[in-house]
């Protein structure tokens, strides 16, 4: 090529070459720059395309999260909406239980007052008492005294000898002596058993009464440590609703939270924190035997634990395909609990002779009845005794409800097995 200036011409061959030439490589040449730029607009329409669908899969997804946001708050409006009927209702239950301690503290007086008027009547009777002991000495001394005038008249009717009309007046004043002496017997022993009789009914009132105040007393001590433990509950359910409905704070994971220090308490707690388990009201059975063993404190945990469990395979949206054995051993959730801990259903041998003790409380939307029978179960504690807890549940995650349903949570002794581990 050849440079003008010291620069190079392009094309400047094409001088030397033909026209027609010239026409058909400048034709070949701009046919391949158009088809180029065709396939270069085919690519970018294709990228545009994708990059549209790309971004209308986006908007449905958001679409899909917002929907599973509003789905989520509804929830919580009604969990809300349930925690604040259940603080109605254990304030006005308080309020009834602070008028029954007035009232029982008001009848305890009563009976106080009772105490005393029967103790100073008691008093009373023994004072008549010993007046009336007192009273049967003198009659026995006058007993004594007609023995001797008895004595003194019958020496004068042996002097006066034959004389009948001395005789016959003598014998005559010793039985009017006689008689008056027995009616005042008789009448004193009467009043005597009189009292005796009032002091034997005022022992018993005062014994009756002493039981009654013991009775009160016990349901005085029991009804104000129901009323501390509901207090506790309500300043509890109160704490919680006023960190889940404040504008700015974000409440503690349940992982985060301490269990209660009691059952009773630890179910209440789990009912507002795990949105996805539908606890039954009947399903804490003696919870008073779990909060005196030994191993309470580790029941609890496990317990709150195994229901933290079933919380989130339930609130997991079905991401892991599968029921809550599989999720609870391949999901690879940080929450998963023990494998060997869970099991899925109870032998044959065990559902022939106590399966209906397996028959707990539903929600009604899972089945008409208001119960179902429920198999699975975890172990919160492997071997040790009768009395080691158990939760049994079912799973109704796919179901109408959404959620897992527990229905049973109390010691093994009430759901027996047939190999008793």
Do not use: C
């Not at 400047?12 to 158009?34: E, N």
């Not at 106590?354 to 179902?372: C, L, M, N, T």
Request: glycine fraction near 6%.
């Amino acid at each position: 090529m050849r440079r003008r200036n010291g620069q190079q011409q392009p094309f400047a061959w094409l001088k030397h070459v033909p026209l027609g030439i010239s026409v058909l490589i400048s034709t070949t040449f701009a046919l391949l720059i158009a088809r180029r730029e065709r396939k270069r607009q085919r690519i970018l329409l294709r990228e545009r395309q994708d990059v549209e669908a790309a971004f209308e899969q986006g908007i449905e997804r958001l679409n899909r999260h917002e929907e599973e946001l509003e789905q989520q708050i509804r929830a919580l409006r009604r969990q809300e909406a349930d925690l604040e009927t259940q603080v109605h209702k254990l304030g006005q239950r308080e309020a009834e239980l602070e008028s029954q301690v007035k009232g029982l503290s008001e009848r305890e007086a009563g009976l106080r007052r009772q105490e005393d008027e029967l103790e100073t009547q008691v008093l009373r009777l023994s004072e008549q008492e010993e007046m009336l002991e007192e009273q049967v000495k003198q009659i026995q001394q006058r007993e004594t005294n007609l023995t001797q005038n008895v004595d003194f008249l019958l020496q004068r009717a042996a002097a006066a000898g034959d004389d009948d009309t001395e005789r016959t007046k003598t014998i005559e004043q010793l039985q009017r002596m006689t008689e008056e002496q027995e009616q005042r017997e008789a009448k004193l022993r009467d009043e005597h058993k009189e009292l005796q009789r009032q002091l034997t009914l005022r022992g018993q009132d005062l014994d009756a009464l002493k039981r009654e105040r013991v009775k009160l007393s016990n349901d005085l001590k029991g009804e104000k440590q129901r009323s501390h433990s509901l207090r506790d509950r309500i300043r509890m359910l109160e704490a919680a609703h006023n960190a889940e409905s404040s504008e700015n704070p974000v409440a503690a994971h349940w992982s985060e939270r301490e269990p209660a220090d009691n059952f009773e308490d630890l179910i209440t707690q789990a009912r507002f924190m795990f949105g996805g388990l539908q606890i039954a009201d009947s399903a804490l059975q003696r919870a008073s035997d779990l909060d005196s063993a030994l191993e309470k404190e580790r029941w609890l945990r496990d317990t709150w634990s195994a229901l933290g469990a079933l919380h989130e395979y339930a609130a997991s949206d079905h991401e892991f395909a599968g029921d809550f054995f599989l999720w609870n051993t391949n999901s690879g959730s940080a929450y998963a609990w023990f494998p060997d801990r869970v099991a899925a259903q109870e032998s044959a041998e065990t559902m022939s002779r106590y399966g209906v003790k397996r028959a707990f409380e539903v929600d009604e939307r899972v089945d008409p009845s208001g119960q179902i029978e429920m198999q699975a179960h975890l172990k919160i504690q492997k071997g040790g005794g009768q009395n080691i807890p158990r939760m049994f549940f079912y799973d109704d995650t796919a179901g109408s409800t959404g959620k897992v349903h527990i229905g049973f949570i109390g010691p093994h002794r009430l759901v027996p097995s047939a190999n008793r581990s």
